[in-house]
């Protein structure tokens, strides 16, 4: 048992650190990047309540362009029914089938309970159709 009253080691600080690192996950983030041909939106951390607005601002700025969506999903961390809401609310309001890529286990097991992966294409691999962005205006 180690005396409360002798400094802590650097074990110690390593652990608490540790510690923390576990129950504190990387922010959640949304980018929109508009392509010749689609839309792709990059989730990325954790996708809760906390990114709700950037989540309705990725739909509107999507839906605008009128192209085929695709999310990419390979660094989300996290997913609440926030993220959930989301995928279902592009699926329903696109004009075109979106697509879902590279899906972390957590997301898709979130799909096949809330059978939202139904409205979506999942896709493992989207190497064979390169993404190519158009420049920024401005």
Known sequence: MRDVNSPSTDQDAATS???????????GAVQVIVGTDRTRIVLSGEVDADLGPELQEATAEAEQRGLPIEVDAHHVTFMDSSGVAFLARLSIRSEHRVRLLRVPPTVRFLLEVTRIGELLDVVDDDGAEPFEPVDSPG
Not at 17 to 27: I, K, L, M, N, Y
């Open 17 to 27: 650190d540790a510690t923390e690192a576990t129950t504190v996950g990387e922010p």
